[in-house]
């Protein structure tokens, strides 16, 4: 579990796999926007709360880079889940 504290308020993040999925949990404190790196380039198989990350409020997908997904986040808490390939 990472924590940090932001000119706004804490900023937490918390990482956990089942198998062969991932969940990442983070809040961002108000009027604060956050870049998340995750560790997958398929769009299409990043959900937050049961949503298409490309559909979810909020969520600005930023770019793919080689073996990981940025994408801007504002405010509030997500729930990301996504397949995770352990080597």
Do not use: Q
Not at 48 to 63: L, M, R, Y
Not at 64 to 72: A, D, P
């Amino acid at each position: 579990m990472t924590c940090g504290f932001a000119e706004c308020g804490t900023v937490s993040s918390h990482w956990e796999h089942d198998g062969d999925t991932a969940t990442l949990r983070v809040t961002i404190p108000a009027n604060s926007t956050a870049r998340v790196y995750l560790p997958i380039t398929k769009l299409e198989e990043v959900w937050e709360e049961g949503k298409a990350v490309a559909e979810a409020d909020g969520i600005e997908i930023i770019c793919t880079e080689e073996s990981k997904l940025c994408i801007g986040i504002g405010s509030g808490s997500y729930n990301f889940t996504f397949p995770l390939s352990i080597s």
